[in-house]
């Protein structure tokens, strides 16, 4: 069963002569127990479809249903408010109160919906101690760390069981090594509770770590979307694979072509490659610009099949390894490596299957 469904959702910024269209005829629904990160660059749409969601925008055409309940509909020019869609929405900022301590920010949202006290108390100490904030009930927000703020805001939402929770960038204000650890506790959380919910993000390794299914976005439309296994292994759109990983991008021209195999010349040097998506026009003699995942390539002393031939520039190290730059004239390649890696000639090896034309 579907939580959430959205079909052919248009939004305009403006109107008349200046309208500036968001989304351009977005749908895509939610299943019970699923999490679903909407994915994309600043200006794609995701968060004004999160708002359109959650009834904090109004769209101009298209339904939105929640559960078995129609709380848009452009054509009728229905448009349930954002207090009565019943959603636990967890802002970017947080947006705790600061003069009122954990548990009155939890207990908030209750109080509006004139629950009694007990169960009041009940319900909030309860998520609180699901979320490990069971002792901090009576702290204010400034006593706690970003971490805790951020698992305040989330209990919050979670305090009156929503149908659906729906995030804004959770984790964008905590450090690098705080979100790594947020990001599996925030995963977790939701798989043990069973939530539906709606994630925007414009970090592709968050949303590929926490999500069941990615939405990417792209320009008010849906570009792609999949599980986070076959949006970044099996891209159907150039956009899509650039958006989701490390790449080299390369200058070639197609020599011949085989079905979805082809033979490509990139500076002097003869490649095999693959076709991938939409790129039924790629012909013999066509210009093209291969692309290959950073980690797919494989650096050695000695030649090797599907290789291009090229002086180190320098290395940069990682920690867990190097990343290191090859180049000569106009052609580049970054390629990993164990170690750092001594001035010289290497060959760069790409897998035929791994190098895509689209």
């Known amino acids: 069963m579907n939580e959430l469904s959205v079909n052919e959702l248009h939004l305009d910024y403006g109107s008349g002569a200046t309208a500036n269209p968001i989304l351009k005829g977005v749908s895509m629904h939610l299943r019970r127990g699923e999490v679903v990160a909407l994915l994309g660059p600043s200006g794609s749409g995701k968060t004004t479809l999160l708002r359109a969601v959650a009834g ?5 055409a298209g339904t939105i249903d929640i559960g078995e309940r129609r709380v848009f509909d452009g054509a009728s020019k229905l448009e349930m408010p954002a207090e009565a869609r019943n959603l636990g929405l967890v802002f970017q900022s947080y947006a705790l109160w600061p003069h ?14 004139k629950m ?17 904030l069971g ?19 989330i209990a919050r939402a979670l305090v009156y069981n929503p149908p659906v929770i729906l995030l804004d960038e959770p984790l964008s204000n905590l450090d690098a090594k705080l979100r790594e650890e947020a990001r599996a ?12 919910a709606l994630m925007v993000t414009h970090d592709q390794a968050e949303a590929m770590a926490i999500s069941d299914r990615i939405l990417l976005l792209n320009n008010g439309k849906i570009e792609q979307q999949g599980s986070p296994q076959s949006m970044y292994e099996t ?14 991008r390369l200058n070639g021209t197609v020599s011949a072509r085989d079905g979805d195999h082809l033979t490509l010349n990139i500076d002097g040097t003869p490649m095999r490659g693959i076709v991938r998506g939409a790129g039924a026009a790629v012909a013999a003699g066509s210009a ?17 099949e599907n290789a291009l031939a090229l002086p180190l520039l320098t290395c940069m190290y990682l920690g867990d390894r190097w990343e290191c ?21 290497y060959y760069l090896h790409m897998p035929a299957d791994k190098l895509w034309v689209f």
């Open 325 to 345: 730059l090859f180049t000569r004239g106009e052609t580049s390649l970054s390629a990993y490596s164990k170690h750092r890696l001594e001035a010289g000639n």
């Open 56 to 60: 904090l925008e109004s769209p101009k």
């Open 288 to 304: 093209v610009q291969p692309l290959i995942r950073v980690e797919e390539i494989r650096v050695s002393a000695t030649p090797l």
């Open 100 to 113: 009122k301590t954990v548990f009155d920010n939890v207990a908030y949202g209750l109080k509006l919906r």
């Open 235 to 248: 891209p159907d759109t150039l956009f899509t694979a650039e958006f989701m990983g490390s790449n080299n």
């Open 116 to 132: 009694g006290k007990s169960e009041i108390a009940t319900k909030v100490n309860d998520v609180l101690k699901q979320l490990g």
């Open 135 to 153: 002792h901090l009930g009576e702290r204010f927000p400034h006593q706690l760390s970003g971490g805790q703020q951020q698992r305040v805001a």
């Open 185 to 196: 506790f925030l995963r977790e959380l939701i798989v043990r509770l069973g939530l539906s």
